[in-house]
C-alpha cells in the first residue's frame, strides 16, 4: 500500500497517512483498527456492463484502503459479470491486494471478498 494514502482512525474518524503507528487525536493504535462490518455492493442488476461492474469493484477495493471494511461482499449474479468479477478476483489474489474471495454460502450470485488481516 502506498504510504502516502490516507486511512481513517475506527475511533476518532481523524484522517491519517497509511504509515501512521498511532493516531495523533486519540492515541489508539491504527495497526489492527478495522471497521468489522462487511460492505456489500452490487455490480449485476442496474444493467451495468462487464466493464462498468468491474469498474465499480476497483473502486470499492480501492475506497476501502480509507474505510477498511474486513471483506467486500459483491452481488455478481449469475452470467458474464459473474465470470469476469472472479477472473479480476484471481489477479488481485495473486497480487496480494486481496487476501482470499469465496462464494457466499450457496449463493452462487454473490461472492465475499476477505480484505486485510
Known amino acids: 500500500m502506498d504510504k502516502r494514502k490516507k486511512i481513517l482512525c475506527q475511533f476518532c474518524g481523524m484522517s491519517l497517512f497509511s504509515s501512521s503507528k498511532t493516531c495523533p ?9 478495522y471497521n468489522y462490518t462487511t ?15 468491474i469498474d465499480k469493484l476497483y473502486q470499492v477495493i480501492e475506497q476501502n484502503q480509507i474505510m477498511r471494511h474486513r471483506q467486500i461482499r459483491v452481488i455478481v449474479g449469475s452470467k458474464m459479470i459473474r465470470e469476469e468479477v472472479m477472473r ?7 497480487e496480494e491486494a486481496i ?3 469465496r462464494m ?3 449463493n452462487s450470485g ?7 488481516n
Open 25 to 33: 487525536k486519540c492515541d489508539s493504535a491504527i495497526e489492527n483498527q
Open 104 to 106: 457466499d454460502g450457496k
Open 39 to 53: 460492505f456489500t455492493l452490487d455490480v449485476a442488476h442496474n444493467k451495468e456492463t462487464v466493464k462498468q461492474a
Open 88 to 94: 479480476e478476483l484471481m489477479v488481485l489474489k495473486r
Open 99 to 101: 487476501l482470499d474471495f
Open 110 to 116: 454473490a461472492l465475499l471478498i476477505k480484505m486485510e
